[in-house]
DNA sequence: AACGACCTGGAATGCCATTCCAATATGGAA
DNA sequence: TTCCATATTGGAATGGCATTCCAGGTCGTT
């Protein structure tokens, strides 16, 4: 194989730390990783040098890296919602909870495709719950009646995790380019030149794109969600 | 190191195969291994195994494995755009190529991730522009001002990549399951099983989850977005 | 002061994407 | 037909990664 002779047995072990490794200490370290680099900023080699251990120690708090993303999924999600209401109507208070996940996700780009894994692989866990009911109490008070508040709670989370999602993406996109408004100005000017007979709608919205307001543009579709939402009454 | 000493040069290599290896084979193998076991299902032996063939054959195809994802996304989608239209009313389009893509979807379930990545990593290739048009053609002809395209065209996607996505995720993660019902029903115990003060919406609709239909879920939330965007007519 | 449960970190394993390269086809020029 | 340049192939090597194993340390209890 491949064998080099063993030499001895380790001498020597570097000083045990004295500070605690928790659970809590190697999630928060993760979420910084994540910020950082994204998901494939977190491996256990940058966690291991942040923290000044080795694998075995993180393992012994953390089944694997799924669960430290679930983990960290949790509690970006957790601080995102706990935010104090208000807002006064029902209708402002839904676009107060949307815009903080909308942020949230923003702030921690890989946070949309946890959120969805999170929502569809754990959900007895305490995010799906935490969320559902986040919405669906203010969807409640918008006087939805009772049969159509599953419906339209999951429109609203749907929404928002899609906008905000494709949001961060871009986001991520536009970091690796100089200047925002001058990457939106050249992909505005190739859609212009795509072919009219193709890609008439592209061409024709392609002016639309240059320095529009993300923020707004999530608010305006929101207002659309929430206008169907509340338009039997 | 570990050389093992050379053992000198090849003396028989594997008879050369006859049919040509070209991209579009490997495009389309990719997207079988992609459906059958995800994302994590597309590794480059297993590439190399269905396709009797080793990695440098595949690379000198495709430059690596980021683009193959992207070629995979691009020949899934662009079949999934590809339905004539047979709907009447332009409502009716929306709904009609909203489906498909849910659809498309619902059988690939790696492509959600995939669309929103190359929706902004890629502005300026094929697909955007594709899906764009698509959605957008359907919103003019509603009656939509122009000013409003490019926003209300944007919800639209948004709100249908968010669904997709969740509904897609559910889909595998329930697909390790026995049965649907009885996941669903597990999943609607827990929820009711609750602290009623910390999650009391969640409780209220545990019971809305039990055999619900995800598409028309889907369709009542598109239903919404679709009121809202004509809602100012 | 010694025992065991808890905790640590380094080495070993096996998978993966990617690169390198020697070997092989193929088709046009001589 | 022979020969060569170019296109194409597949296997070996490389380096990174998650995860497992294990030989130890630490500390509270007795």
Tied chains: 1, 2.
Excluded at 110 to 115: H, K, N, P, R, V
Excluded at 216 to 232: E, M, N, P
Aim: charge should be negative; include cysteine.
């Amino acid at each position: 194989m491949c064998q080099d002779g063993g030499m001895a047995t380790r001498e020597q072990r570097s000083q045990r730390r004295t500070d605690g490794l928790t659970r809590e200490r190697i999630v928060e370290t993760a979420v910084t990783l994540l910020d950082s680099a994204g998901e494939r900023g977190l491996t256990f080699k940058a966690l291991t040098e942040r923290l000044a251990t080795g694998p075995g120690a993180i393992y012994w708090h953390v089944p694997n890296k799924d669960a430290l993303l679930a983990a960290a999924t949790e509690a970006v999600v957790t601080t995102a919602l706990a935010t104090g209401t208000t807002a006064a109507t029902p209708r402002e208070q839904v676009r107060e909870v949307s815009l903080g996940l909308f942020d949230a996700i923003d702030e921690h780009p890989w946070l949309a495709a946890q959120l969805t894994a999170e929502l569809s692989r754990n959900p007895r866990g305490a995010v799906t719950p935490r969320i559902y009911d986040s919405f669906g109490r203010r969807v409640r008070a918008l006087g939805v009646p009772e049969s159509g508040w599953f419906t339209a709670t999951s429109a609203l989370v749907h929404y928002v995790l899609g906008a905000a999602g494709q949001n961060a993406a871009n986001a991520v996109a536009a970091d690796h380019e100089v200047d925002r408004d001058e990457f939106l100005d050249s992909v505005s000017s190739s859609w212009e030149a795509l072919d009219p007979d193709d890609f008439p709608f592209a061409r024709a919205v392609a002016d639309q794109l240059r320095g529009h307001d993300d923020r707004r543009q999530f608010l305006d579709g929101l207002d659309f969600v929430l206008t169907g939402i509340t338009a039997g009454r």
